[in-house]
């Protein structure tokens, strides 16, 4: 990368949202302001600040609090005074059990969807202003081929996969009501995270990798889409 860009990732304390802290901190152009909900215990994220030399803001966000989510704006909007964000990126997610549309728990997909769809909704909403002033103003919004209808991924994880469903529709209703912003769903494959459990097939590494080559030559005719890591477009 050669163009200095500032961004915030969401859920950045483990798995994809610390990897790709790692990978945007090895160019000294970029800056991320990296959120969770606990940074306090957030050891690996500090390990990084300490070497960072002023481009690694970290600052508490707890996605299904909104209080949480406006005290964070206020926090990075006097970190990044005059700057903008260039990127968005909403990764923090739960999937908390592999279910079935005949046998989830109401109060599971209330959580859910709190954090997979309201947390992301509302934390765009928020931080809109520092996006206009940005000069990529991008949203990526990460999803899963579970939320594909077209890719027909039977009925496992159904509360996650209708979560994300909804997340890719929020998606595509920002690109329609601000053609300025792009805004993107992106699949980063089954990862080796604590998310991804058993059977996963990516290292973190390498998905993010990909992830920042496909974001990073994003531009507006792009946005409303949904990308695989591989930059390959996935079927609604």
């Not at 592999?98 to 109401?106: G, L």
Request: net charge negative; aromatic share 6%; glycine share 8%.
């Amino acid at each position: 990368m050669v163009e200095a860009t500032t961004w915030l990732i969401t859920g950045t304390s483990r798995g994809i949202g610390l990897e790709m802290t790692k990978q945007l901190l090895a160019d000294r152009a970029n800056t991320v302001v990296a959120t969770c909900r606990n940074p306090e215990k957030a050891s690996e994220l500090h390990a990084l600040k300490d070497s960072a030399q002023g481009t690694l803001h970290v600052v508490q966000l707890d996605v299904a609090n909104e209080d949480s989510i406006r005290d964070s704006f206020k926090t990075v909007e006097q970190l990044l005074g005059d700057e903008g964000l260039d990127y968005l990126y909403n990764n923090a997610a739960i999937n908390e059990c592999n279910d079935t549309a005949f046998s989830f728990s109401s109060a599971v997909a209330l959580r859910t969807f709190q954090v997979n769809v309201l947390g992301p909704a509302v934390i765009a909403q928020t931080y809109l202003p520092l996006l206009e002033k940005g000069r990529r103003k991008v949203i990526v919004n990460m999803s899963t081929g579970l939320a594909s209808i077209g890719l027909d991924q039977g009925p496992k994880c159904t509360t996650y996969s209708i979560s994300k469903a909804a997340l890719n529709m929020l998606t595509y209703k920002q690109k329609a009501e601000r053609p300025d912003i792009t805004a993107v769903v992106i699949d980063p494959g089954w990862v080796k995270t604590e998310m991804g459990g058993e059977g996963a097939v990516l290292e973190p590494e390498f998905s993010v990798s990909h992830i920042l080559k496909v974001l990073t030559s994003l531009s507006t005719k792009d946005s409303g889409k949904f990308f695989r890591y591989t930059g390959e477009e996935i079927p609604w």
